[in-house]
């Protein structure tokens, strides 16, 4: 299990919020992302951020690939 985090702004060429674990040498800063939940994947993170209002939340390609759409 891992801990997940979601970016507030993002940069990306398709505007998705991205979600990203704990161990990411992309995370987000503190005061950018919000604290997601410990899960087992990064497909179970990312359901939680779009149920949290996330609509465009996506995988980080680097620590999140299987939860990587866009």
């Not at 507030?8 to 505007?15: C, D, F, L």
């Not at 990203?20 to 992309?26: K, L, M, N, P």
């Not at 779009?50 to 390609?61: E, R």
Request: aromatic share 8%.
């Amino acid at each position: 299990m891992k801990l997940y985090y979601i970016n507030h702004k993002t940069t990306n060429p398709n505007g998705n919020n991205e979600v990203h674990s704990e161990d990411c040498r992309y995370l987000p800063s503190p005061e950018n992302r919000t604290f997601l939940g410990c899960f087992s994947n990064g497909i179970e993170a990312k359901k939680a951020a779009k149920d949290n209002g996330f609509s465009k939340a996506d995988g980080c390609i680097h620590c999140c690939s299987e939860a990587h759409t866009e």
